[in-house]
Every structure is written in structure tokens, then in C-alpha cells.
């Protein structure tokens, strides 16, 4: 098969498009053909990138670990799919990505991709997806009628979170730089907090639950904006400072085939819209990283097939 890989650990200057094996699905496993992948541009620096669960080397490693495409083969132990069917998910970061023809993926990290949503639209789907709904409802306890306050709300999962938290009937806050708030507020914020001019705290009052993509020194000061009882949010790191009279919560998002059945289903009915920046053809890796690197606004997409 074709597949973008690198043979030691670098950055994306050093991702080449070539042959490679096609990989043997395991016990548990689903070998899917790949028709579209996305990734996170900094994903190249992270240990698992280059090791195994077990710390062993696993060069040359093929990157993007969010996938859209059909079932080709069902291994033994693999339940809830059939070969032909269409599906999205997102894979291990220990194991090869897919930025290639195939991949083989658990069974347990997938779910059906109805008719009505893209392969391109899907691949931007799962890891942002899977991270504004377990940061606005697994780790922030979101309910209606609270206030929510998404930092990054035009990156890929701050627009998915933005969306969510409105469906779910809370009052959306979003920040970002001002370019940023005709999206955020047609995706359903009622306030928008311009980061570059705006004074946080007293643009955005105080809130239930802070969910930050961000990070930094935005982190450290969203905890004064958590009223008693609510909870600051990060998936960016362990949030250093944490609120006086309610909780902090940092995690690492994890596969959940319910979760993402739930956001195919929304995304079918055209209630999210995940945030395609660029679309790019599998040879053209590179300059999908470099793109993001740079800033281009949702997701990076790899067209495969």
C-alpha cells in the first residue's frame, strides 16, 4: 500500500509518501481502507509517536490517527461491523495512523458513518468531537441553563464544543481572537470574548464551567471565573491554578464508540458542523502539517481515496 511515514523521530519536513505493508489486523481489530485522515499538527513530538505501550521503537511510524473510511476485513474478536461498512474513529497513538491506504484499528474505537456525512467531514470528527463532549459533559457535568465559557471556540474542538454546550441548552461564552466571533456566535455562543482586547474577567463574568483548548496564561487566569460549585476544564495541561470553591479537571480524551455514534448521528442531522480548514491529497502530507503549523482555521483533512 502507499502511506506517508517518517523513520525517525523529526517533524514534518521529514514525512515521505511510499510503499509500505499493508498492516495485519490483530485480535479485536478492523482493517479499514482508508478514504480520509486527519491529525494533530504537533502529534510528531509526542513519545508515542515513535514507541510502542511497551516503550519499544516502532519507526517508521505512520502518522494521523483520526480516520474515515470502509471496512475491509473483521478479525476475530471484533464485534459490530461487517466488511463494506462505512466508518469513522480514532486509533491508538502507539500504533500506525491513518495516512495511508489502510489501517488497522480496534473495533472498539469506531462507529458506523451514516450516509448523509462525508468521509473528509468525518475525519475532522472524532478527536475534537470526543474531546468537547467529554470536557463539556464527562469531566464538566454540563447542564442546561448554566453558563459555559469555551476558550479557542474557532479551533476544531472549541467549534464542536461551542455547538454542543448550545444543543445542550447552556449559555455559551466564547473567546478567541476577534476574527473568530461572526463563527462563534452563528454556531450558537451569545457572547463572544475578544482575547486580543477584551479584559477576560470582567467580559465574561462568571461562569459554571470553563472548558480552555488553549492554555497558558489563559488557564491560570480562567480559574477566578468558576463560580462555587463549577469546574475549570483543560486538555491542554493540569490547570495550575484551581478554583476557590469548585474543582479543576485535566484528562486525555479517550475512544468511546457510543460518543462517537452520538456525534455521527448529530452531524447527519446537520446539527454540528465540524470545522473542515483544508482539504489535502494524501502526497501532499507535508504541506497539510506546515498549514496547521501556520494556523489555517478547523481541520486539516488527507484525502486518501
Not at 108 to 129: E, K, Q
Not at 136 to 163: D, E, I, K, N
Request: charge should be negative; glycine fraction near 12%; charged fraction near 20%.
Amino acid at each position: 500500500m502507499k502511506a506517508v511515514r517518517i523513520h525517525q523521530p523529526g517533524d514534518h519536513h521529514s514525512l515521505v509518501l511510499e510503499d509500505a505493508p499493508t498492516p495485519v489486523p490483530a485480535t479485536g481489530d478492523v482493517l479499514v481502507r482508508v478514504h480520509a485522515a486527519s491529525f494533530v499538527p504537533d502529534e510528531l513530538h509526542w513519545p508515542g509517536s515513535w514507541v510502542d505501550r511497551a516503550g519499544r521503537d516502532r519507526t517508521p511510524t505512520v502518522p494521523a490517527h483520526e480516520v474515515a473510511g470502509v471496512v475491509a476485513e473483521v478479525r476475530y474478536g471484533s464485534t459490530g461491523f461487517s466488511v463494506g461498512e462505512r466508518v469513522y474513529g480514532l486509533g491508538d497513538w502507539h500504533r500506525d495512523g491513518a495516512a495511508a491506504e489502510f489501517i488497522a484499528i480496534e473495533a472498539r474505537s469506531l462507529a458506523a458513518l451514516p450516509d448523509a456525512v462525508d468521509f473528509s467531514t468525518a475525519a475532522a470528527l472524532p478527536l475534537a468531537g470526543l474531546t468537547a463532549w467529554q470536557g463539556l459533559f464527562t469531566h464538566g457535568g454540563l447542564a442546561a441553563g448554566q453558563r459555559v465559557l469555551v476558550h479557542g471556540a474557532a479551533g476544531g474542538t472549541g467549534s464542536l464544543a461551542v455547538q454542543l454546550a448550545h444543543r445542550a441548552g447552556a449559555q455559551v461564552i466564547a473567546s478567541g481572537r476577534g476574527k473568530a466571533a461572526a463563527l462563534a456566535k452563528e454556531l450558537g455562543a451569545e457572547q463572544f470574548v475578544d482575547l486580543e482586547q477584551d479584559p477576560l474577567a470582567a467580559t465574561a463574568g462568571q461562569v459554571d464551567l470553563v472548558f480552555d483548548t488553549i492554555g497558558g496564561e489563559l488557564l491560570a487566569a480562567s480559574a477566578q471565573l468558576v463560580r462555587p460549585g463549577g469546574v475549570l476544564v483543560s486538555v491542554t495541561a493540569p490547570p495550575p491554578v484551581a478554583p476557590e470553591a469548585g474543582r479543576s479537571a485535566f484528562f486525555i480524551v479517550e475512544p468511546d464508540r457510543g460518543q462517537l455514534a452520538e456525534l455521527a448521528r448529530q452531524t447527519a442531522a446537520g446539527l454540528l458542523k465540524p470545522q473542515v480548514g483544508a482539504v489535502f491529497p494524501l502526497a501532499q502530507a507535508r504541506e497539510a502539517f506546515a498549514a496547521k503549523l501556520h494556523g489555517i482555521p478547523g481541520k486539516a483533512v488527507l484525502r486518501v481515496l
